[in-house]
Every structure is written in C-alpha cells, then in structure tokens.
C-alpha cells in the first residue's frame, strides 16, 4: 500500500477538505481534524496541517493539491543535493523513462515527452497515473490521446539493431543513456523556444554514470537535468513518457508475435526459455535473434531445452 503524506498550509487544507466532503467518514482518533475515504485512497487531515493519503490512488489524490513531502524513500533522489522544488509536480517539466530492458523478447523502447504546467489536469483526465497501477490495454487506449495532447518522442530499438550496439561492447545501462539523452534532445527541439523548468528522467543510473555513457556525445541535455527513481509519481510528465514507451514496446511485441504466429511472452522467466526453444526448433538462431536480446541467459537455456528435445 502506498503513503503520501503533504504538509499544506490553511487554505490548502480547506481545498482539501471541500473536496473529499462528500465521502467524509469519522475517525476519533487524536490529532485528526478531517477523514474521508475514496474508492482507492483513504484522506487523513490532521490538526498538524499534515495530510495523509493511503491506498492505490494515493500518490495521484496527493498529486491533486501540492507536491509529495514525506514518504521520501521513494520520492527523494539518490543523488545528493538533488533536492527538488517543493512543488515540482505541479512545474512544466519533460519527463522521460524506458521499457524493455529486462525482457528478453523485443525491443527496447524510451519516450520522453513535455507536460507543461497548464496540462497537467488535463494528462490526468486522460487517465495518467503510476503506471505500474495500469493494465497493459488502458495503456493501449490513453496512448493515442497523449501523443495527441503532447510533445514527445519515443524511440524504439528494434532486436537487429540492439544486439549490434551491445555486440560492440556497449552495456544496457549506456544504451538507456543514449536513448533518454537522444529522446530528450528530439523533445527540446520540438519545443523550440519554449523551455520547460525541469527535465526528470527516470533514474536508472547515478547522475555520474548516467553523464559518463554520455561523454563522447556530441550534445548532451544537461540544463535542469533531475535523475530520480520513481520518478513517474514525482511529475506527470514521467508517467506519460512510460506510457507511451510501453505502448510502443507493446506494438513490436505484437509485430514480432504476429511475424511467428505465437504470443511472444514477456520477460525474462521460463515461458520466455520455453518459448525461445520452440522458436529455434520452428525457424532456427537466425531469426531468434531478430526477436530477442541476444545477451540474456535466456539464450543459453533455450539451447539447452532444444538439445533435450532433439535427445
Ligand atoms: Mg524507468
């Protein structure tokens, strides 16, 4: 279960209060002025100014009146002295994020995109939360509506491609470099003159690291840059982008399952050797390798089922 807790001043609070009145509930407990509790989010107000959301909607109903404080486990950067702007969720930021990483069938995929202040409701009324909290078809349906309503850009790198970039010696950790950094780019290009107050991406290395994949770039999006974990419930912008990296992950997996008239699964478990296998048996390396990531573990225990198979 998930804890937001935001410290509000007065006016905020009766904001607060106004909005959850018709589902207030009593709770006689010390030190609570205000309870109420939605379908997915229980609402503490406590005499202290502080509010406390809990349950699956948490993060989203908090996001509605002020920026996340506490809980900071998840919402504080690793890196110090990246501290953010007390009311960062509700700044113009490009956010960007990946998928496709830890499965070992298609692509790697990684979408940036730009939601500036006076969009930020409107993200969320196209159904923008964590979306570690969305099904893989709401994902399908709110997609088209953001590419619609944002500045973005999503990149896709398809299995051939992947596997010559790793094949020349690049970790996956500096190809997710690469793409966010080149996702990012296309996006400030497309913003022209207009500069948004933060760019966050979704932090997969330290900033270190992260700067050193990209030395030898030539430009590199470092002006404002924020690296955080869980980032996609500190800015909308985030969420948004790994929507739309995960739809478009979605896409090639069904392009890839439609080319060998199986659901490819994703992954990197045993469905994921089990399915490999029978795709050598069927089509042999050649075309496996134009489907997965030709790196993992996964290649090797296919192999092994294959030899057990043919025994
Ligand atoms: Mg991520």
Request: a positive charge; glycine letters at 6%; one cysteine or more.
């Amino acid at each position: 279960m998930s804890n937001q807790v935001l410290k509000l001043n007065k006016m905020e609070i009766e904001k607060v209060i106004a909005a959850y009145a018709n589902v207030k509930v009593t709770r006689n407990a010390p030190g609570v002025r205000f309870a109420a509790k939605t379908s997915d989010t229980a609402i503490t107000v406590y005499n202290s100014g502080k509010v406390l959301f809990q349950g699956a909607g948490a993060s989203r109903e908090a996001g509605r009146f002020g920026t996340i404080e506490a809980n900071k486990k998840t919402t504080k950067p690793k890196t110090p002295g990246e501290q953010l702007p007390k009311n960062f969720a509700t700044l113009s930021v490009v956010g960007s994020d990946e998928t496709g990483t830890g499965d070992f069938f298609g692509p790697v995929t990684v979408a940036a995109c730009y939601v500036p202040a006076d969009k930020i409701e409107l993200v969320r009324e196209l159904g923008v939360k964590d979306s570690k909290q969305l099904t893989d078809d709401l994902m399908r349906k709110i997609a088209p509506d953001l590419e619609t309503a944002l500045v973005h850009s999503i990149l896709t790198v398809s299995n051939p491609k992947y596997n010559e970039i790793q094949q020349q010696g690049n970790s996956q950790g500096k190809i997710k470099a690469l793409l966010h950094n080149q996702a990012l780019k296309h996006v400030l290009q497309k913003m022209g003159d207009v500069k948004p107050d933060h760019i966050l991406i979704d932090q997969f290395a330290q900033r270190n690291t992260y700067y050193n994949y990209l030395k030898n770039e030539p430009e590199i999006v470092r002006e404002n840059v924020v690296l955080s974990t869980k980032a996609e419930g500190i800015h909308l912008s985030v969420a948004a982008a790994s929507i739309l990296a995960r739809v478009a992950f979605l896409n090639e997996m069904d392009r890839l399952s439609a080319d060998v008239g199986m659901i490819l699964p994703k992954g990197a478990g045993p469905k994921v050797d089990e399915m490999a296998a029978k795709i050598l048996l069927r089509y042999g390396e050649s075309k496996l390798k134009t489907m997965t990531k030709w790196h993992f573990a996964n290649l090797e225990k296919a192999r092994k089922l294959v030899a057990k198979k043919r025994r």
